[in-house]
């Protein structure tokens, strides 16, 4: 194994290759639905408290 400059990031060649994009819509999404979902858990709690 030779010495490798590790301040170079073209030489990282065993790096995972990343759908940034994909991860980015995946995020977005997981995170809309959890918060939809505590938004309409409080809502049906307003609404049954009221």
């Known amino acids: ?3 490798a ?4 990031p073209r030489l990282h060649v ?7 994009l ?3 819509v995946v ?3 997981g995170m809309f639905g959890f918060m939809f979902v ?3 858990i409080a809502v ?3 609404y049954i408290i009221s």
Do not use: A
Request: aromatic letters at 8%; hydrophobic letters at 30%; glycine letters at 4%.
């Open 27 to 29: 995020g977005f999404s």
């Open 14 to 20: 065993n790096e995972e290759p990343r759908n940034d």
């Open 22 to 24: 994909h991860d980015l």
């Open 1 to 3: 194994m030779e010495n």
């Open 38 to 40: 505590v938004f309409t």
């Open 44 to 46: 049906v709690v307003k």
């Open 5 to 8: 400059n590790v301040q170079d």
